[in-house]
């Protein structure tokens, strides 16, 4: 922490040099204009003295400030009382070093010199002032943008949430179906359908809140709604769930993959009469992770415009989630089946933290 600040002090010191040598240069130039340009380099010089002494001094005094006393800099008086002190010492020095150091004749007696103090600490206060004042608008600027930045990461996470608590009923309903339809068919299933139903629901309620978990749980999860789908379709459905092991530890948003599985037996295989093959697959790609979704099912042409609600949903939280930063790609062919791709940036729990 100390060397940061120590760093900070380094290169507010090296931004003053810069400043200090521009005011000096136009100083020397504005008096010349005036006086002529005979003795200009003199000028520069005496411009040159007085500018880096009371720069580096009200610098010094700025930076002893902020790093000591930070909680003082944001009154107006702390300012004002610093940049007169500041321009008195400076002068001082500044008097100093031209009348001992250098053969420039330079305002003696005691007028002249209270008249160099009276008129440097009025420039360098007017200069204070007006930085004070810049400064104070832009911290009001940045904390208004921080707050809209606030306000609009909290909408974002709203919308999130209110996509979550749409997708919990409909994959309910969905699930609720496949038990009416059993249960005069083959009650003997209802039993395993409940409990994997309730082991879902009790991931629903425990994830919620959490806009990343790992792929390994939600493949868990997409196991048992395949099991439930399975109990009702019979061999009408196979499926492969794979995850490659670079990408066991990503982090995905909850229920991402579980729709687009709901969404390729619902809406491909179960269509279909002989049903047909789902295969889910996670492997990374670099600095992403590559998801894909294919089914052999019914598939669907490019006529075919209305998306399900399962997709817009996947295709809504991805833009929410990762805005550019994520792919969404769908390829189907009318009776031909349907592949899902989807690629978001890779994280894990380190990355996370």
Not at 165 to 173: A, E, G, R
Request: glycine share 6%.
């Amino acid at each position: 922490m100390r060397a940061s600040k120590f760093l900070s002090v380094l290169k507010a010191l090296a931004q003053t040099a810069v400043i200090n040598q521009m005011i000096a240069v136009l100083i020397a130039f504005f008096i010349s204009l005036g006086v002529g340009f005979q003795n200009f380099w003199r000028t520069l010089l005496v411009s040159a003295i007085i500018s880096n002494c009371i720069g580096f001094v009200t610098s010094l005094a700025f930076s002893a400030v902020e790093l000591y006393f930070i909680r003082f800099m944001h009154k107006k008086w702390v300012s004002l009382l610093l940049g007169i002190i500041s321009a008195f010492i400076g002068t001082e020095i500044a008097i100093l070093i031209i009348t001992q150091f250098t053969h420039i004749p330079f305002y003696s007696g005691f007028m002249g010199h209270f008249v160099m103090i009276v008129m440097n600490t009025i420039i360098v206060s007017i200069v204070v002032l007006l930085l004070y004042i810049y400064y104070k608008m832009h911290y009001t600027i940045e904390g208004k943008e921080q707050k809209i930045d606030s306000l609009e990461l909290k909408h974002t996470e709203a919308q999130l949430h209110a996509l979550q608590s749409k997708l919990n009923p409909h994959f309910l309903f969905n699930t609720l179906n496949i038990i009416t339809e059993l249960v005069y068919k083959s009650p003997e299933k209802v039993e395993e359908i409940v409990l994997n139903l309730s082991e879902i629901y009790r991931f629903i309620l425990s994830k919620s809140d959490e806009k990343l978990i790992p792929v390994r749980e939600e493949l868990d999860i997409i196991r048992k709604y395949c099991a439930i789908e399975k109990a009702r379709m019979g061999e009408r459905l196979q499926y492969e769930i794979t995850c490659k092991s670079d990408a066991r530890d990503a982090l995905i948003p909850p229920l991402l993959l579980e729709v687009l599985a709901e969404n390729a037996v619902i809406h491909g295989l179960s269509p279909k009469k002989e049903g047909g093959s789902l295969q889910i697959l996670v492997a990374r790609k670099g600095d992403k992770v590559l998801c894909m979704v294919e089914d052999d099912g019914v598939g669907f042409g490019q006529a075919d415009k209305n998306e399900s609600y399962g997709l817009k949903s996947v295709r809504s939280r991805l833009q929410l989630q990762y805005g550019g930063r994520a792919d969404f790609s769908i390829a189907s062919n009318r009776g031909e089946g349907s592949l899902i791709t989807v690629e978001i940036p890779y994280e894990d729990d380190r990355s996370h933290r």
